[in-house]
């Protein structure tokens, strides 16, 4: 009778492990590759898979997204300046059978293709591009990816460079070059302006060349505001025409008595020759 139970026993133990071994749930971003005896025989899940044990293995893949940090990496631009770029890198597996059977550590192939593909994107261009073009190299380095593990089964989604570092020198440099940009900016903007109020006040001078009556209330409006600021000195305008006005007025008065007096002398010269020739 106890054996009977043992058996019983030994027996419900078998089967326990039996289904334990044949029994396998995979989640909804899970897949299974089944290998038979050591052969592809196809991708399973996901939900319930039975495997036959001793026989059928199988190997668990996520398909979610995987982020994978790069470590930083030296590397010298086109214009040999030495910096330390790290990136991060989005993918994800599309295909479970090329991913396993391809390659042999997806993962690692991963994080080395993405090192090498770093210094070797980044050497082609100069320190200005790295720093302000980071689109466009991410763009670069995540298409060069994707072809590259496209064998594998693997989709690169995004790459993001994270840190450019510089040593002390470098960012000094970086400072004095700045600078001395937002100078020239600063001159050229103030440059623009003089050349902007100069055209205005071309503008408005040919306005009040037109109404001469325009350029007495401008005088009235500058009185105005020097009055309201309470100052002890006060500077009239004087037209440049009213100078030009007094100064032929004047000009006129000059001329006009030397003029007067040659007529004089020269009716002089006549009479006092006549009155020499009666004497005679």
Not at 199 to 223: I, T
Request: a neutral charge; proline letters at 4%; glycine letters at 6%.
């Amino acid at each position: 009778m106890i054996f009977d139970y043992v058996a019983y026993l030994i027996l419900a133990l078998l089967v326990i492990g039996f289904l334990a071994a044949a029994i396998r749930v995979l989640r909804e971003y899970e897949r299974g590759v089944v290998f038979t005896l050591g052969r592809f025989t196809g991708v399973k899940g996901p939900g319930l898979i039975i495997l036959v044990p001793f026989v059928q293995q199988m190997v668990r893949v996520d398909l979610r997204v995987i982020v994978q940090d790069v470590p930083p990496q030296d590397v010298i631009s086109r214009d040999n300046v030495s910096v330390k770029v790290n990136a991060v890198i989005y993918f994800r597996i599309v295909d479970p059978e090329r991913a396993i059977l391809k390659v042999e550590n997806y993962m690692a192939a991963t994080s080395q293709l993405a090192q090498t593909t770093l210094r070797s994107v980044l050497g082609k261009h100069e320190l200005d591009e790295m720093l302000a073009e980071r689109d466009r190299l991410n763009a670069d380095i995540q298409q060069i990816l994707d072809q590259q593990t496209d064998a594998w089964g693997i989709k690169v989604a995004n790459v993001e460079i994270k840190h450019v570092d510089l040593n002390e020198s470098m960012v000094r440099a970086i400072a004095k070059q700045a600078e001395a940009e937002r100078l020239r900016r600063a001159k050229v903007i103030n440059a623009e302006g003089e050349q902007q109020a100069a055209e205005k006040l071309v503008e408005a001078g040919r306005l009040l060349a037109v109404e001469p009556r325009a350029m007495q209330l401008r005088y009235f409006a500058a009185l105005h505001d020097i009055a309201s600021e309470r100052s002890s000195t006060i500077v009239f305008p004087l037209p440049m025409d009213l100078l030009s006005q007094l100064g032929n007025a004047l000009g006129s008065q000059i001329a006009g008595p030397s003029n007067g007096t040659g007529s004089q002398d020269s009716t002089r010269e006549p009479g006092i020759a006549n009155l020499g020739a009666k004497r005679a």
